[in-house]
T-cell receptor, first 117, second 112 residues
Framework: GAVVSQHPSRVICKSGTSVKIECRSLDFQATTMFWYRQFPKQSLMLMATSNEGSKATYEQGVEKDKFLINHASLTLSTLTVTSAHPEDSSFYIC?????????????FGPGTRLTVL | KNQVEQSPQSLIILEGKNCTLQ??????????LRWYKQDTGRGPVSLTI?????NTKSNGRYTATLDADTKQSSLHITASQLSDSASYIC???????????FGKGTSLLVTP
C-alpha cells in the first residue's frame, strides 16, 4: 500500500520556539494533504488542508499564523508550529489521499509527538 | 454533535475471544465508511472501506458490516490477539471528495 512518512517522530522544544514537521508521500503524488491534531484519548481533529501551489485551508478555530503550512511539492507538506506553547503539545498526524478505483483512500503518516516545555 | 458515534468507548477482552465494535452515523449524503486501527503513538491504518452498495467486507480476522438504511456499522474481530490492542476508529465520508468524519474510537485491550 501507499506510504506516508513524517519527520520527526517526536520533538521536544522550549516554549516560544518554532517547530517544523514534515509529511511526505513516498510512492505517490498528493496535490492535497491534511494535518490533524490528536489529544490523548481523543479522535483526530482536522486542522487544515494543505494544497500544492496554493494557500492552505484552515478549519475554524485554527490560527493560520500560528500553524504555518507549506505544500512545497507534490510529495511534501510541512507544518510549522510557531512560537510554541505548552498547550500546543499534542500528537500531529498528516494524511494524503490516493485514488484507488472509485474512491480516495486516505493514507496516514505515523504521527509526530510534540512536547513543548 | 458528532456525526459519528462509536460504542463502547473502551473494551477489555481475553485473548482468543471475539468482539464486536459499533458505529452509528448521521453523515449524509453517505459515500463510504472506513474502519481504521490506531496503535498508541502511531498513525491510523486502514482495515476496511465500504461503499453504499457493500454490506460486509473482511480483512483477515476483521469483518466489517454496513447497514446504510439504519446508518450502522460494526467491526467484528475474531480470535483476538494481544496485538489487536489498539484504538479502532470509524470514519465516514460524506461525498466522493476528501471530507472525513471521525468517530472518537473504541479503545480495545486484549489481555492474556
Amino acid at each position: 500500500g501507499a506510504v506516508v512518512s513524517q519527520h520527526p517522530s517526536r520533538v521536544i522544544c522550549k516554549s516560544g520556539t518554532s517547530v517544523k514537521i514534515e509529511c511526505r508521500s513516498l510512492d505517490f503524488q498528493a496535490t492535497t494533504m491534511f494535518w490533524y491534531r490528536q489529544f490523548p484519548k481523543q479522535s483526530l481533529m482536522l486542522m487544515a488542508t494543505s494544497n500544492e501551489g496554493s494557500k492552505a485551508t484552515y478549519e475554524q478555530g485554527v490560527e493560520k499564523d500560528k500553524f504555518l503550512i507549506n505544500h512545497a511539492s507534490l510529495t511534501l507538506s510541512t507544518l510549522t508550529v510557531t512560537s510554541a506553547h505548552p498547550e500546543d503539545s499534542s500528537f500531529y498526524i498528516c494524511s494524503a489521499p490516493k485514488l484507488l478505483s472509485s474512491y480516495n483512500e486516505q493514507f496516514f503518516g505515523p504521527g509526530t509527538r510534540l512536547t513543548v516545555l | 454533535k458528532n456525526q459519528v458515534e462509536q460504542s463502547p468507548q473502551s473494551l477489555i477482552i481475553l485473548e482468543g475471544k471475539n468482539c464486536t465494535l459499533q458505529c452509528n452515523y448521521t453523515v449524509s449524503p453517505f459515500s463510504n465508511l472506513r474502519w481504521y486501527k490506531q496503535d498508541t503513538g502511531r498513525g491510523p491504518v486502514s482495515l476496511t472501506i465500504m461503499t453504499f452498495s457493500e454490506n460486509t467486507k473482511s480483512n483477515g480476522r476483521y469483518t466489517a458490516t454496513l447497514d446504510a438504511d439504519t446508518k450502522q456499522s460494526s467491526l467484528h474481530i475474531t480470535a483476538s490477539q494481544l496485538s489487536d490492542s489498539a484504538s479502532y476508529i470509524c470514519v465516514v465520508s460524506a461525498s466522493s471528495g476528501y471530507a472525513l468524519n471521525f468517530g472518537k474510537g473504541t479503545s480495545l485491550l486484549v489481555t492474556p
